[in-house]
Structure formats: structure tokens, C-alpha cells
């Protein structure tokens, strides 16, 4: 479907954004493996996430939807998943596809997971690897390397694991898996990455510990179910405060965001870039910090994003290659390989995308370079290449240039951030 996005003098108001998506998967899978009932309020209904649903349930967990937004998760125990008689398929989800890889790595049965194009062509070896370390059979094209994947798991033995990448799914695959081992499993990484999962294995009653850069776990810990709140998507947030920044006379309140300090990078560089950003009414919900956050439109500077705020910005960085078209000066950002691997080449298509406002955009074989200060022109016809992040980073240029754009396959939004064309709406 195509959208047509109409350039905005400025955007004002009240709004929320929905769930959290990293909190409301990892949610229903510790909700499935814990003794007892989750509940899940402020659950993200985006596709990701229905994903993550659909797959616990072929593996036999009952997963009633109470509302849109309102889960109850009947906990399977650790030791309960059942053998599904289907494909587990994760859709465009890689956080389905590799967290669940590393919980079907302790199960005594055999399955297979695939997912859409992207899914097929993302990199799992990088949990692949490390599971059959730790004992778990992995098969699939290019030597397991590739979905469709078939696992037959069970009998793991602990491992510390050195990560080559700053990535909380690789974290976070170990560390399931390692609730199935022998003995203790840790994960060391080069740059500390979003730390969901060792909060939400903590509220579940799972001990989680820190010593010698290693992250671990150990084997046979029992999750106790609880409550969990799901904050609002400080990912979908970004958009938001992109446009709030750069349309001039903004002034946005976006209620109750997830603050979480691996989540901030967007926080820290908007404002070193000169954007106006208030934390207001900061609160903890369950094992998140919380706020509502304030931004206005400010005169915006170019700056260099590199090293360890990657990680802590990785979604947000085709949003904010937009921001820095229209900043003063130049933008670099390095250290971002990763973007290669995601739901597209974030790399390519965002400066392919971008380019089609008029905006100077290099691609660097790490990042991107970005020639600030240019008026964006109208007119755009923007492939998202089924990538939500480029759908949502491109609507918000269409909202500065000086005439509307069209962009293709807009469908891909609700992957995480369902209801986004309307909400913009709403704040012009
Ligand atoms: O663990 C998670 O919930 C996520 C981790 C990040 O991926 P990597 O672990 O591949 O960096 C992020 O890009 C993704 O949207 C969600
Ligand atoms: C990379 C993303 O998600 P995933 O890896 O779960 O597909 C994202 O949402 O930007």
C-alpha cells in the first residue's frame, strides 16, 4: 500500500507510543517458561511481537489476548515446551528468530525456524555458533548460517562466550540457552548492548550475575511467573522527537517512554545536536525507568556518532541521519556495521532513500555521511524495502520537505509501530 505523506508546519500536542518491542517479546518467552501466570499490560500489538505469540503457542503455551494491548501468559515451565508439529515462523522478527533459537537449543525435541526474505537473509551463525558449542545440533543452508534452521536440542554444557558483537539478541540467545546447561553461562561483549533481558530474568526471580565482563546465568534457574509493564517504545519515540526537532516551533509531549540507559543514545546525541529535550515525571515501572519526555524544535548542529553509543542508538540511526540533513555542518556516523544486517541494509537505504529529497548523503563502509542544512525536496517516491525503520525515518523527512511524498509498501510500519500514520496526524 502506498502512503502519501504531506509536509508539516510543526507538530504539538500529547501523545503515547505503543510497547515497548524488545520488552513485549522477551515478556510472552520468560512468560512461557516461567512456573505460573504473566501478565502482560502495555503489550505492542506490531507484527514482531504477534510473531513471538505465534510461535510459543505451536510449541503448546496458552497465550490469551485479553485486549489489544493486555496479555495473559499461562507459563509452560521450564522444562514444559512441546515439540510443535509446524514451522516456527518469526515473520520479519529477528529478536523472535534468534532469543527463541536460544531457548529451543535446551529442548529434547526438533523443530524448524524460518521467517520472511529479510529473515532468510540475516545472519544467524552468530548464534548458531555459540549454540553448538554449547552441545545443540543446528543445521540449515550455508552450514546453519542461514533460516530456514532445524534444531534438535538438549544436553547443553556451559560456556563463557566472547562476543564479536555489541548485540543484546546474540546476549540474550546464550543466556536462554544457558538456563538449560550444566553449570554456569556468561557473555562478554565488546560494547554493553540493551540489557532487557538480564532485567526481566531478574523480575522473573532468576539470578543473573556480573564478574570479569561476563554477564552469566546458571543452568536449572526456575522463572517464577510476574507482572510485567511494558513502557512505551523509546525506538517509536525517536521518530517522534525527529520530527518535534526539526519542524520548527515544535513543542511534543511524549508520555510514558522507556528510559532505559542501553535505550538513550537518540536522548544524548539529539541534544548534543541542539535539539531541546525534557525528562519529565521519571519514574520506575517494574524494572524499567520511565518518563515522559518533552522536546522542541531547536537550531540543530552537525556531530560524529561512533564506538560504544552504536549500540545504544542502533534503530534510531535512520531517523537521525534525517535530523542531520537538517543540521548544520556534517554528520558522521561510524562504528555501525551492523546496520548492514538488519531488516535491510540500513546503510544503503538510507542514504539511497534519503537522496531522493535532494539530501547529500555518502555511504561509508561503517556509517554514513551527512551534508546538513539542506532543504528537502518534495516529490519522493520511497521504497521502504519491507524495513519499518526506513518506512517511519522517511515519513518523518516527507514532514519537512516542501511538498509530499509517496512511500511504497507502507504495511511494513505495523511490524512495530502500528497506528503511526494516524498519530502523526493527530499532532500537526
Ligand atoms: O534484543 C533486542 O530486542 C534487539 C536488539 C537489537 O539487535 P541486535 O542484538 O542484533 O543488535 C535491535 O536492533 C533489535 O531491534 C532489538
Ligand atoms: C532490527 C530490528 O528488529 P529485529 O532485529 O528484531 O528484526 C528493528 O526493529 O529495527
Not at 542461514?146 to 534438535?152: C, D, E, K, Y
Not at 517504545?233 to 528510559?259: E, K, M, Q, T, Y
Not at 545536536?273 to 525534557?278: F, L, P, S, V
Amino acid at each position: 500500500m502506498d502512503m502519501v505523506i504531506e509536509p508539516a508546519g510543526r507538530v504539538q500536542g500529547e501523545v503515547e507510543v505503543p510497547g515497548d518491542k524488545s520488552i513485549s517479546h522477551r515478556a510472552v518467552m520468560f512468560g512461557a517458561l516461567a512456573d505460573g501466570v504473566t501478565h502482560v499490560r502495555g503489550f505492542l500489538p506490531g507484527a514482531d511481537c504477534l510473531s513471538t505469540i505465534d510461535c510459543f503457542r505451536k510449541m503448546g503455551v496458552a497465550i490469551e489476548r485479553l485486549s489489544e494491548t493486555e496479555l495473559r501468559v499461562t507459563g509452560a515451565g521450564l522444562h514444559g515446551l512441546q515439540e510443535p508439529d509446524d514451522l516456527l515462523d518469526v515473520g520479519n522478527s529477528g529478536t523472535t528468530a534468534r532469543l527463541m533459537l536460544g531457548i529451543l537449543a535446551g529442548q529434547p525435541f526438533h523443530c524448524t525456524v524460518t521467517g520472511d526474505a529479510s529473515i532468510r537473509r540475516r545472519p544467524m551463525g552468530r548464534v548458531t555458533n555459540p549454540l553448538r558449542e554449547m552441545g545443540t545440533k543446528i543445521d540449515g543452508r550455508e552450514d546453519g548460517r542461514l533460516a530456514p534452521l532445524s534444531v534438535r536440542g538438549g544436553n547443553l554444557r556451559g560456556i563463557n562466550y566472547d562476543s564479536p558483537v555489541g548485540s543484546a539478541q546474540v546476549k540474550s540467545a546464550i543466556l536462554l540457552a544457558g538456563l538449560f546447561a550444566d553449570g554456569s553461562t556468561g557473555v562478554k561483549e565488546p560494547e554493553p548492548s540493551r540489557d532487557h533481558t538480564e532485567r526481566m530474568l531478574r523480575a522473573f526471580g532468576v539470578p543473573v550475575f556480573e564478574a570479569d565482563g561476563y554477564t552469566s546465568v546458571r543452568g536449572g534457574a526456575k522463572l517464577t511467573a510476574t507482572e510485567i509493564e511494558v513502557p512505551g517504545d523509546i525506538s517509536s519515540a525517536a521518530f517522534l522527537l525527529v520530527a518535534a526537532a526539526i519542524l520548527p516551533g515544535s513543542d511534543l509531549l511524549i508520555r510514558n517512554v522507556g528510559i532505559n540507559p542501553t535505550r538513550t543514545g537518540i536522548l544524548d546525541v539529539l541534544r548534543e545536536m541542539g535539539a531541546q529535550i525534557e525528562l519529565l515525571n521519571e519514574r520506575v515501572s517494574g524494572d524499567e525507568p520511565i518518563a515522559d519526555l518533552r522536546v522542541r524544535a531547536g537550531a540543530l548542529r552537525g556531530v560524529t556518532v561512533r564506538g560504544a553509543m552504536i549500540p545504544r542508538l542502533i534503530d534510531e540511526i535512520p531517523v537521525l541521519a534525517v535530523a542531520a540533513t537538517q543540521a548544520a555542518g556534517v554528520t558522521e556516523i561510524r562504528d555501525a556495521k551492523e546496520l548492514k544486517v538488519k531488516e535491510s541494509n540500513r546503510i544503503a537505504t538510507t542514504a539511497a532513500e534519503l537522496r531522493k529529497f535532494g539530501a547529500q548523503v555518502e555511504e561509508l563502509e561503517d556509517g554514513l555521511r551527512i551534508i546538513g542544512g539542506m532543504k528537502l525536496r518534495g516529490g519522493a517516491i520511497v521504497e521502504t524495502h519491507h524495513d519499518h525503520r526506513i518506512a517511519m525515518a522517511m515519513a518523518v523527512a516527507a514532514l519537512v520537505a516542501d511538498g509530499p511524498a509517496t512511500i511504497r509498501d507502507w504495511e511494513s510500519v505495523d511490524v512495530s509501530f502500528p497506528g503511526f500514520a494516524q498519530l502523526v496526524q493527530n499532532i500537526r
